[in-house]
């Protein structure tokens, strides 16, 4: 009988781990949200499920702290961004924005990061993820739900104006 109360206990403290929600990444400030991602949370990812959880019409973020991290280099003739990856490194300053495309949200960032040696390099993010410490992002939201559509001229999803 013993056995089979640690058991039952067991298999209900697994059930309430198994169902708990993971804590909120962010919280509501008056402009919009502050984010705080901590060590292996991948950047772009989140800003995509927060777009969507809070319903942003679009917003553009501001962002810092410590990452492992992908750039491109826009390659205007082959229309494909050159990558390059960068670790362990001070996020200095992160800009971009949360619109939509084909009902999806559609992030586009820009960052410049530090090394330990001071230099610092910059470009479009592919992708990203915290190392050790945060990142923290301000996303500002607007009211008007914006729209990215492809410009085959350039190669790129851009920004449309209504």
């Known amino acids: 009988m013993k056995t089979f109360f640690l058991l039952l206990c067991g298999?209900?403290?697994s059930c309430l781990i198994a169902n708990a929600q993971p804590a909120k990444k962010y919280t509501k400030v008056p402009v919009g949200f502050l984010m705080v991602l901590n060590q292996g949370d991948s950047i772009l990812p989140h800003l995509e499920a927060l777009a969507i959880s809070e319903d942003i019409p679009s917003a553009n973020?501001?962002?810092m702290g410590f990452v492992n991290i992908r750039f491109g280099f826009f390659n205007a003739d082959t229309k494909e961004y050159d990558p390059k990856d960068f670790s362990n490194v001070e996020l200095a300053s992160m800009n971009g924005s949360i619109a939509?495309?084909?009902?999806?949200?559609?992030?586009?960032?820009?960052?410049?990061?530090?090394?330990?040696?001071?230099n610092c390099y910059g470009?479009?993010?592919l992708s990203g993820t915290v190392s050790?410490?945060?990142?923290?992002?301000?996303?500002?939201i607007h009211k008007?739900?914006?729209?990215?559509n492809r410009d085959e001229g350039i190669g790129a999803d851009v920004l449309q104006i209504p």
Not at 144 to 148: D, F, H, I, N, P
């Open 144 to 148: 008007k739900r914006l729209e990215r």
């Open 123 to 125: 470009g479009h993010i």
């Open 11 to 13: 298999l209900v403290f």
């Open 100 to 118: 939509w495309k084909n009902g999806k949200p559609s992030i586009h960032a820009h960052g410049v990061v530090a090394g330990k040696d001071f």
């Open 132 to 140: 050790t410490g945060s990142l923290e992002i301000l996303v500002t």
């Open 61 to 63: 973020f501001t962002g």
